[in-house]
């Protein structure tokens, strides 16, 4: 039976660490990770621990492996934080930055050219429709300068906690619907104008990555603003994307913007897998008459989108009454019965689910993005 990453990194998720009482995949402790046949070594970073606890530690790791792999030839090194580890014979080294967020199986972008298409509305029912299919879901508002998220998930007006992790600051994300989330919304007041330029937003995107303490996942998603800036290339360098889902009304210049967008991650530079587009706005269905549809923003937006990036149209959402009060009022449309539009997003959902099955199944996992400037 071979080594899979994917459980060694699951089975010392159930490894607590003796001075946090905290996983150590969650406390982000486990690093350089190398696996060669039957042989297996990492390092845990470990502070302030006493020599007897960091043995525990060590057998602790070992015999969590050993219950599921009983041949494996296990090495721990205990390090304290920056320290390198010392090269095991044999094994092959991994030179390359570390992926800050291994116990997240597939991070996934929400993008888009043009402001004004949905694209938090879709982040978030998205994120919501996922976990109704039994998924881990995370939620990122890397929409710096116009944060809705919180308004949209009910969290308005909240305020995240801070913990001391071994004399670090650590984010602890709100929760709503089960589901972690983090903003700059939640630091900020709602009237705030945020007046960063771009180094200082990629530095809270970093924070936000790196200095959360995010739980076992199996989709975390980034609502990213529109555009192809700054935060789009601080994601790609800072974390492993499997894929980019463009959001697009049917409109032309929609459109326009959103193959710009599109053709951002296809760039060999950055080379970020296109999970699908969805369609959003895609008609108006009045309430008290719910067979018809008035395509007020053209039609086929969405199709020639897809067709452009040679990837399939996930779905289209109607403008019905529910998504903008939902949003509103932090209940968000997808949690409705019997609505055109809860009903959509939960076709999209199944649809992403096999994308992204298909997505790690046939390609090689995406390398986080080495960007240098003139």
Excluded at 64 to 69: F, G, L, N, P, R
Excluded at 76 to 91: R, Y
Excluded at 138 to 153: E, H, K, V, W
Excluded at 306 to 312: I, L
């Amino acid at each position: 039976m071979s080594i899979e990453t994917s459980v060694i990194i699951k089975t010392l998720a159930k490894v607590i660490d003796p001075g946090s009482g905290q996983d150590l995949i969650t406390m982000s402790m486990v690093r350089d990770l190398a696996i060669e046949g039957k042989k297996v070594s990492f390092v845990v970073e470990v502070r302030k621990l006493d020599n007897d606890k960091k043995q525990q530690l060590n057998f602790a790791c070992i015999e969590a492996i050993q219950q599921v792999y009983p041949d494996a030839d296990v090495h721990v090194h205990m390090a304290g934080q920056g320290q390198q580890a010392p090269p095991q014979p044999g094994m092959q080294q991994n030179f390359g930055p570390p992926n800050p967020l291994p116990q997240v199986k597939n991070v996934i972008a929400i993008a888009s050219g043009k402001g004004g298409v949905g694209k938090s509305t879709v982040a978030v029912n998205l994120a919501l429709a996922l976990k109704a299919t039994g998924a881990k879901v995370g939620l990122i508002d890397a929409d710096l300068y116009g944060p809705s998220i919180p308004t949209m998930m009910g969290l308005k007006g909240e305020r995240p906690k801070i913990q001391d992790v071994y004399g670090s600051p650590k984010i602890i994300p709100l929760e709503a619907y089960g589901i972690p989330v983090i903003s700059i919304g939640f630091i900020v007041e709602p009237e705030q104008a945020v007046v960063l330029r771009g180094p200082r937003l990629a530095g809270i995107l970093g924070q936000f990555i790196n200095d959360c303490i995010w739980p076992e996942l199996d989709y975390l998603m980034i609502d990213l603003p529109p555009g192809t800036g700054d935060i789009q290339l601080t994601l790609v360098q800072s974390v492993p994307v499997t894929g980019a889902i463009m959001v697009t009304t049917p409109q032309e210049v929609a459109v326009a913007d959103a193959i710009k967008a599109l053709n951002m991650f296809l760039n060999p530079t950055i080379n970020v897998p296109i999970l699908g587009v969805v369609e959003n706005m895609s008609w108006f269905t009045p309430e008290e008459l719910p067979n018809n549809q008035y395509k007020i923003f053209g039609e086929g937006g969405g199709q020639k989108l897809a067709e452009f990036g040679k990837t399939k149209l996930l779905g289209q959402v109607p403008i019905v009454m529910g998504v903008r009060t939902g949003g509103d009022n932090g209940k968000p449309v997808v949690m409705e019965n019997n609505n055109p539009a809860a009903e959509a997003f939960k076709l999209i959902a199944q649809n992403v689910v096999d994308q992204v099955a298909w997505r790690n199944k046939t390609q090689d996992p995406t390398e986080m993005v080495k960007i240098t400037t003139q």
